[in-house]
């Protein structure tokens, strides 16, 4: 028995603390040292390795562009130490801060200039032979094609991490880390106003509503004709504008007798301005708030506008994306300012470019002229008003989108039953000879203040441009005064006119502007402009005809159409009372008077 072999279960140390070895089995020697865990999932690498090149990082990093990217390279993808999953304890720590440690340099300025010339190889010395020439040609074409490499490096640096700079230099360019700027509305709300409904802008950009033709009522007025002279006005051969005291009224819709005839006689249901009703046909372009009266009495509706309101000025740059300052330290270039200025170069431009020959027309007198304006020796600006009716009965949308006095088929028939009449006050500023036939012209004017200031938009220096980029300079102002610019096309195409001629002015001085200088005339045609523009005439019209049925089925009233300041949207506003609107409304026209004559002076 004795020659078997013999097994004894060895003496199991069980730990009270967990796991790991127990204190009791642990060797004297180790005792001192802590314990470090090992996890299956760390691998075990080389102890040392000499094949690794110096450009690789040993501690499995690399560099891109300025930044750190942890991970494994392809050169140390095995070769990760053991442990390197978590705090080691064995890891070496320095106490000492080397950040404070400065070399002093001692040498005069003189001497480190010349050393920094010799390290970067700007001093060239004379070689005293043939040999020393050769020589240095050697070292020079050495030392180029060494440039070229390190510039190929940094190209290749810049492409692979230049792109995180590149977003944040984006940002900042097209101001999308810039605060949201808060604006007010362009009418105060009162405490008694009821919200009847809201529309989103892009609920209304999906409505379609075929265009439908225009009936003659009734003209007023007479025109001048166009004076060809400005055709030939370029940057070398500039005009200054001049500033002419003509007799012109802007009267709102309620207050034109010719509109209180037409409703006395029932001729239609909807009437409206074509300043208004373009406003309403654009409003999905329009950045500022805006509002419109909208007056039911009697089954008869009233698209209204507010005198001083933004239906009798212009805008600036509204649509550009960093748009002029809205405070008071730039007076000169704030929107109210740049409003006021382009408004009175619009007025003056049109009266100035018609010559004192007036067009024969069978059009009735000027309704707004009394008999003190004619005697008081003061010229009455030219201008002709035509009343022009549309029918709003429900018909199928166009095939052609931009189609504004074809949108219909020649056989297709208006429903006789259901007849939903809007008239409309169009304006047309002169005409022009063309042939035998006399045009109708609507004349318009594009005004540029400081190309370096805020908002103007990166356009270009039209005195430099304009004659040899036209083209750049129209997309240039089609962007940042989108909604102007259809409001100015849908204007003349309500109008029937047959051209737009749109004229260019600019600050004599960008930094004064009192005295402007007219650079250059075009004409367009307004379909082939809106065509230009990719201004949609029949969303325009689907606008209108929403807006129109939602009118008629409110009762007898007030109510107010108004843009939010700032959220693409159209709320409806019931207002009680008549009072509160017409203060509003007096306070906006002494404004307005009084931001005019500071203008003028």
């Not at 070399?103 to 003189?110: G, I, K, M």
């Not at 208006?414 to 006050?425: A, D, G, M, S, T």
């Not at 909604?483 to 930094?511: C, E, I, S, T």
Request: charged residues 25%; glycine residues 6%.
């Amino acid at each position: 028995m004795s020659d078997k072999p013999q097994f004894s279960l060895p003496l199991i140390h069980d730990s009270q603390r967990g796991w790991g070895p127990s204190n009791q089995s642990t060797p004297v020697k180790f005792k001192d040292i802590p314990y470090a865990p090992y996890s299956k999932g760390d691998k075990l690498g080389r102890v040392a390795d000499w094949t690794n090149p110096d450009g690789q990082k040993q501690d499995n990093r690399e560099h891109q562009g300025g930044r750190q990217r942890q991970g494994f390279n392809r050169m140390n993808r095995e070769q990760q130490t053991y442990g390197a999953a978590f705090a080691s304890a064995f890891a070496y720590t320095h106490n000492e801060d080397e950040s404070s440690f400065s070399v002093v340099d001692n040498r005069s300025a003189t001497v480190k200039k010349m050393a920094v010339k010799n390290a970067s190889g700007n001093v060239r010395q004379r070689p005293q032979n043939k040999q020393g020439q050769q020589q240095q040609g050697q070292q020079q074409g050495q030392q180029q094609q060494g440039q070229q490499q390190q510039g190929q490096q940094q190209q290749q640096q810049q492409h692979r991490g230049g792109r995180h700079q590149q977003q944040q230099h984006g940002r900042k360019r097209y101001g999308y880390d810039k605060p949201q700027r808060v604006r007010n509305a362009s009418v105060t709300i009162g405490a008694d106003w009821t919200l009847l409904d809201e529309i989103e802008f892009n609920r209304l950009s999906k409505l379609q509503f075929a265009a439908p033709k225009a009936e003659e009522i009734a003209s007023y007025g007479s025109l001048h004709y166009y004076n060809k002279a400005y055709d030939r006005v370029n940057t070398r051969n500039e005009k200054a504008l001049a500033h002419l005291d003509q007799i012109k009224y802007d009267v709102t819709a309620s207050a034109d007798p010719v509109m209180q005839q037409l409703i006395s006689e029932e001729k239609a249901e909807v009437f409206a301005t074509d300043a208004v009703l373009a406003l309403l046909m654009c409003s999905t372009r329009t950045v500022y708030p805006w509002d419109i009266v909208v007056i039911k009495q009697g089954g008869k509706i009233v698209l209204d506008k507010r005198p001083g309101g933004i239906c009798d000025v212009l805008t600036v740059n509204e649509n550009t994306a960093d748009p002029p300052a809205e405070n008071e330290k730039d007076t000169m270039n704030s929107w109210s300012a740049l409003s006021n200025e382009a408004t009175y170069i619009n007025r003056n431009f049109a009266r100035q470019v018609l010559e004192a020959k007036e067009a024969p027309s069978d059009a009735q007198p000027n309704p707004f002229i009394n008999d003190t304006d004619r005697a008081s020796g003061k010229k009455i600006a030219s201008g002709m008003f035509r009343y022009r009716r549309f029918n709003l009965a429900d018909r199928p949308v166009s095939h052609n989108p931009y189609a504004f006095t074809q949108a219909r088929k020649d056989d297709e028939e208006e429903n006789p039953n259901e007849p939903v009449y809007l008239i409309v006050r169009t304006e047309i500023d002169a005409a022009i000879k063309v042939g035998k036939e006399d045009n109708l012209v609507v004349v318009r004017a594009l005004n540029e203040f400081d190309p370096n200031a805020q908002g103007s938009g990166g356009s270009m220096s039209w005195k430099k441009s304009l004659d040899s980029q036209r083209g750049a300079v129209v997309a240039t102002e089609m962007r940042n005064n989108a909604a102007k610019l259809a409001r100015w096309a849908v204007q003349a195409l309500l109008a029937g006119a047959n051209q737009l001629k749109l004229g260019y002015v600019a600050r004599a001085n960008p930094k004064d502007n009192s005295r402007h200088v007219i650079l250059g005339t075009h004409a367009y045609k307004p379909q082939d402009f809106a065509a230009q523009m990719n201004l949609s005439i029949a969303n325009g019209w689907g606008i209108v005809k929403a807006v129109v049925d939602m009118c008629r089925q409110l009762p007898d009233g007030r109510f107010v159409l108004m843009k939010d300041p700032n959220r693409p949207i159209l709320r409806v506003y019931n207002v009680p009372g008549e009072d509160e609107l017409e203060n509003h409304q007096q306070e906006a026209e002494n404004d307005k008077k009084d931001a005019v004559a500071t203008t003028e002076q």
